[in-house]
């Protein structure tokens, strides 16, 4: 079965969650660099819908944190195609977060400047990150999944609090299955649920 994985924020293509897929459950991954087109939100949906368009015959799509958010968005936009979504940790109302860490003083220089420098994990060095990032995530946190989905989320996530995963499970009529897990944002102890939860929304036909 061939899967594609969109990583979080700070991931890179193959880390731990992208070789799980690969090595322990078999299967043919498609993990593309989630910030190859830049750092607003809008090019990581660019990113899965190229993935989508070059993919046909792809319908599992499985992401982590931002990138689990960008899926869902991404969806949203093409829902007449066969697609099922396995969201680890979906940063939906990311915003909020960025909003309690920086303060009000913190946006309001975002926003006059244009961009905040942030040391980025993933890459190893300072980016730009444009205004631009806050406010799509912004306009995109009332995401719906309306295709077969089911959510992993974390108790102890200290980076997108459970209830904004809850929230987006109670809206969405496509979603399967919630598992609020005694874990982290990262999941890490968690990585057996993803085979359960592809096993969960059934074989592609």
């Given at each position: 079965?061939k899967?594609?994985?969109?990583?979080?924020f700070e991931?890179v293509?193959?880390?731990?969650?992208a070789?799980?897929l690969?090595?322990t459950?078999?299967?043919n991954v498609?993990?593309p660099?989630?910030?190859?087109?830049?750092w607003t939100?809008?090019?990581h949906?660019?990113?899965?819908?190229d993935?989508l368009?070059q993919?046909?015959d792809?319908?599992t799509?499985?992401?982590?944190?931002m990138?689990?958010?960008a899926?869902?968005?991404?969806?949203a936009?093409h829902?007449q195609?066969?697609?099922?979504?396995?969201?680890?940790?979906?940063a939906?109302?990311?915003?909020?977060a960025?909003?309690?860490?920086?303060?009000?003083d913190?946006?309001?220089?975002?926003?006059e400047?244009?961009?905040?420098?942030?040391?980025?994990?993933g890459?190893?060095h300072h980016?730009e990150?444009p205004?631009?990032?806050?406010?799509?995530c912004r306009?995109?946190a009332e995401?719906?999944?309306?295709?077969?989905?089911v959510?992993v989320?974390?108790l102890r996530?200290?980076?997108v609090?459970?209830e904004?995963?809850l929230?987006l499970?109670?809206?969405?009529?496509?979603v399967r299955?919630?598992y609020?897990?005694?874990?982290g944002?990262?999941?890490?102890?968690?990585l057996?649920?993803?085979?359960e939860a592809?096993?969960?929304?059934g074989t592609p036909?």
């Amino acid at each position: 079965m061939k899967v594609l994985f969109a990583h979080g924020f700070e991931g890179v293509p193959n880390g731990r969650k992208a070789r799980y897929l690969r090595d322990t459950l078999s299967l043919n991954v498609v993990a593309p660099l989630m910030n190859q087109k830049g750092w607003t939100f809008e090019d990581h949906i660019a990113v899965v819908e190229d993935a989508l368009a070059q993919n046909p015959d792809l319908e599992t799509l499985v992401g982590s944190s931002m990138g689990a958010f960008a899926i869902a968005a991404a969806a949203a936009r093409h829902r007449q195609r066969k697609l099922r979504l396995v969201l680890l940790a979906p940063a939906v109302g990311i915003h909020q977060a960025w909003i309690e860490q920086l303060g009000e003083d913190g946006m309001k220089l975002w926003a006059e400047m244009g961009s905040l420098q942030y040391h980025h994990q993933g890459v190893g060095h300072h980016v730009e990150l444009p205004y631009h990032l806050f406010t799509q995530c912004r306009e995109a946190a009332e995401v719906i999944c309306t295709h077969p989905t089911v959510i992993v989320h974390g108790l102890r996530d200290d980076v997108v609090p459970v209830e904004s995963a809850l929230a987006l499970a109670r809206r969405s009529p496509g979603v399967r299955r919630m598992y609020a897990v005694d874990d982290g944002h990262r999941l890490l102890d968690s990585l057996p649920l993803l085979g359960e939860a592809i096993e969960l929304l059934g074989t592609p036909r």
